[in-house]
């Protein structure tokens, strides 16, 4: 089992490109998660799934779109990056809200 | 709404020492705490989840306690080693209320180095 994968590892954008985050995850989990960590701050949720199909809002989700297309996948997306949005990004899933297993992160900086 | 808070943002102990991390939360009402670790440049892996009813778990060195009515949470590490040398994030999950999501909400996460 790879767990939780998310592509691409390290991406730089400048102002305005848009780019999308992988988070593939092979363990038939049905829960999915978007987070940013900020230093100082934390991991703040973005966006969520509850299956396939589904999405939702977490605490900081403007800017930002998901899809989830199929249930192994859940893409984040950014329509028009901004400096603000410069962070490390990580995945999570969970088979059905216990516990949850992350993957490596995206190191995301918006020049 | 749900803070959690964890002092101090930095621990640094000799080899061998015992120690205790803290994690504390503004509402009581929670589903369940977890504990875990991140080291630098990785994700975060799952070290203890305690339920709402539970008091403590243990694995291995690792012990985890929970007061819900006091809001703390406390993470005891036995005998600390130099890879034990990482952060610690704790992380609340409220109760379903309107649905069964698996929300976290986490500490800002101590980070601990263990010297040789």
């Known amino acids: 089992n790879a767990g939780v994968t998310q592509t691409p590892k390290f991406r730089v954008l400048k102002t305005g490109q848009s780019m999308t985050l992988l988070c593939a995850q092979d363990?038939?989990?049905?829960?999915m998660y978007w987070y940013r960590q900020d230093p100082g701050m934390g991991l703040r949720l973005i966006h969520y799934?509850?299956?396939?199909?589904?999405?939702a809002k977490g605490e900081v989700p403007d800017g930002y779109n998901v899809s989830r297309l199929k249930k192994q996948n859940f893409l984040l997306g950014l329509e028009s990056a901004a400096p603000s949005q410069t962070s490390v990004y990580f995945c999570a899933s969970s088979y059905y809200g216990d516990t949850q297993y992350f993957g490596p992160g995206t190191r995301l900086t918006v020049l | 709404k749900q803070e959690v808070t964890q002092i101090p943002a930095a621990l640094s102990v000799p080899e061998g020492e015992n120690l205790v991390l803290n994690c504390s939360f503004t509402?009581?009402?929670?589903?369940?705490l977890q504990w875990f670790r991140q080291d630098p440049g990785k994700g975060l892996t799952s070290l203890l989840l305690?339920?709402?009813?539970?008091r403590e778990q243990t694995s291995g060195r690792l012990n985890a306690s929970l007061d819900k009515s006091s809001g703390r949470s406390t993470l005891y590490i036995a005998a600390s080693q130099p890879g034990d040398s990482a952060t610690y994030l704790c992380?609340?999950?409220?109760?379903?209320?309107?649905?069964?999501?698996?929300?976290?909400?986490f500490g800002q996460g101590t980070t601990l180095q263990v010297k040789p």
């Open positions: 363990m038939n989990h049905e829960y």
């Open positions: 992380a609340v999950r409220p109760p379903n209320g309107s649905g069964n999501t698996g929300k976290l909400i």
């Open positions: 509402d009581s009402a929670i589903y369940n």
């Open positions: 799934s509850v299956g396939e199909g589904t999405t």
């Open positions: 305690i339920q709402s009813s539970q």
